[in-house]
């Protein structure tokens, strides 16, 4: 297959462009570097031992977007292109819809130009917001607390309106939960800018002396040792979910909004005890007050993805604390300078 891969610099993206060109596809990325470097695609060929093409862009520059689109001809768009920390989209809240919502509209017109029909698009758990039950399940209903997950719950509702508008059309909606983890080469992984808003690089940089200690947001929640419990899924086996979905659009016609997690919680002092497992040493850890707006638990329900996709997660958390652990350690200041 041809694939546009727009983000594919980024985290997810690099992970995934590893999967598709060891599955012998044909891959064109488009990013602007906003929070990408080059040197992770560089590593990217290393790893595969293959090119691909590579066109440095933003997807709300409309014409350069549409010529490089229409100029390779994609059977296929892998959509990962955009911003993603929940707290900066709450203070600067028209960045993250001009450059997620605007830049998706943008993306769905030049595959129109282009004649590509059919599109992954990574959307997020979080456009469900609070839990009304768990495990969240596809048909839970859907409301953001956040601008950021604001964004992709329109971006979904555009995607869907395109497919409906478009003949032939096919998209699939990828919910992802927590990714987290590393190539198992250690030579790519996640590279988070600025102080780390996850749990897994931050845990990662206390690990290799980059900061000093964890704060652990709370320990009185309902979960099995008092801290909160998220579902985190390999990257690996985020990347597979991306074959999976393309070749599910591949065969089938409508869109589709699809989980991608393991369908199980893990807590924060459950992640802290691997990756002290995963490094030979102990992470230094002081319980904090609870954060606004957290949640006890959060998990998915994985039997669509099993159904349409054919796919489930199949690493545990000590393959994502070791593979971690492997970039971290190796990569102790990720990629460096930046683009
Ligand atoms: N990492 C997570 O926890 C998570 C969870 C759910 C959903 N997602 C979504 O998955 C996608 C990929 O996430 P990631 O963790 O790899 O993030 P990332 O920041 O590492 O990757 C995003 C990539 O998109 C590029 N980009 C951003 N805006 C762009 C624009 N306007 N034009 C061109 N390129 C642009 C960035 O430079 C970067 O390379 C994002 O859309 C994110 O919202 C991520």
Redesign the pocket.
Known sequence: MRIFV?????????HTLVQLLGAGHDLCV???????SLE?LRRVRQLTNRDFALVE?????TATLTEAMSGFAPDAVV??????AVGESGEKPLLYYD??VT?SANLLAAMDTAGCRRIVF?????VYGEAQYLPFDEDHPIAPTNP?GRT?AMVEEMIRDWTAATDGASAALL?????VGAHESGRIG??PRDIPN?LMPFIAQVAVGRRAKLSVFGDDYETRDGTGERDYIHVVDLAAAHSAALEYCARTEGCEAINVGTGRGITVMEMVAAYEEACGHAIAAEIAPRRPGDVASSYAATAKAARLLNWHAERGVDAMCESSWRWQSTNSEGYGEKA
């Open positions: 727009t983000g594919g610099a980024g985290y997810i993206g690099s488009l990013d602007n570097f906003s929070n990408s992770a862009a933003d997807i709300r520059d959509h990962f292109a955009g911003l993603k450059n997620n830049g990574s959307s997020s758990a979080t950021y992709k919910r992802y939960f927590n990714p996640e590279d996850n």
